[in-house]
């Protein structure tokens, strides 16, 4: 009892899902997706069995149709399913069962689909095609736009509780770990798509710090403190951010600057002082000693 998304970027290649439902941890069951395969959602009187199954289809060769059509066929619960495949060409086949609960349906576009079932209204899929089609941005706030739209035409008539987000790579790339640029759940709040775009914010700002690392150990520091600055931008709240800034700038012997970050950080947040000895005595930090006396004595 549930309202979704699944979607391919025709851009990036990258493929996603978004979900949104009065039911606990609802991302276990409704959303799967792989790197240059698919990616799906069942939902309704939900068949997790839907999501790994149709993923072995399109990966050996089926496209989305083909693959959704032989699974509904031999299932015996299809009156009460409600599926959509899409596979890495942006092909798109959905399934809303006629024993779904009403208000249930689907629309399906150009390298999308989505799907939604006991609503408070006949209109809410339209409402997130629409929006959809007309947002802006990169994949996962495309899907984030759709998920807000259904909420705002009245969404579950049951209420809201949870929320996931999955987004995956054109292509795999050989790290499934990175290949998984969006796996964000909420299971249980009272706003869950607000809370859910927040923690794509913040894995926006972690992604920045790591470019930002990354660009450091490269010895490129404009890039890298332009990434930590991007990073800080997304979380002013954060103390982290700065944190590890500083720690980028003292690596590179920048200690003034790092200084004043510091000062700013152990003002909001004194246990980061204790910290930054630690992560001298990691060795991940060489500094004299007199210096990071200074610095945690300030």
């Not at 700065?242 to 700038?249: C, I, R």
């Not at 152990?266 to 930090?285: I, K, N, Q, S, Y």
Request: aromatic residues 6%; glycine residues 12%.
């Amino acid at each position: 009892m549930t309202y979704s998304i699944v979607a391919r970027d025709s851009d990036t290649g990258q493929l996603g899902v978004a979900v949104q439902s009065h039911y606990f941890s609802v991302g276990t069951i409704v959303s799967w997706a792989e790197p240059g395969v698919g990616a799906v959602a069942t939902q309704s009187l939900a068949d997790p069995s839907y999501g790994p199954l149709g993923l072995a289809l399109m990966r050996a060769g089926r496209s989305a149709e083909s693959a959704l059509s032989s699974l509904v066929a031999g299932d015996e619960g299809r009156n009460g399913r409600q599926v959509c495949f899409v596979d890495a060409s942006g092909g798109v086949a959905i399934h809303t069962g006629p024993g779904c609960i009403a208000e249930a349906g689907h629309v399906s576009g150009d390298g999308f689909g989505v799907q939604a079932n006991m609503m408070a209204q006949p209109t809410v899929w339209d409402a997130m095609s629409e929006a959809y089609t007309s947002s802006e941005g990169d994949l996962v706030e495309r899907l984030l736009v759709a998920l807000e739209a259904a909420e705002a035409e009245g969404g579950d008539i049951r209420g809201r509780q949870s929320a996931a987000i999955l987004v995956v790579a054109g292509s795999p790339s050989g790290a499934p770990w990175l290949d998984r640029l969006y796996d964000l759940r909420v299971e249980d709040h009272p706003d869950p798509i607000a809370e859910i775009r927040r923690l794509v914010t913040l894995r926006r700002a972690y992604d920045h710090m790591d470019s930002g690392d990354d660009a450091l150990g490269a010895g490129d520091l404009e890039s890298a403190l332009a990434e930590y600055e991007r990073a800080e931008s997304l979380t002013p709240e954060i103390v982290e951010m700065p944190f590890w800034k500083a720690v980028g700038l003292l690596g590179v012997g920048r200690v003034e600057e790092a200084k004043a970050l510091l000062d700013e950080v152990f003002g909001r947040e004194p246990v980061w002082r204790d910290l930054l000895p630690r992560v001298v005595d990691a060795g991940l930090l060489d500094l004299e000693p007199e210096v990071l006396e200074d610095l945690i004595a300030s």
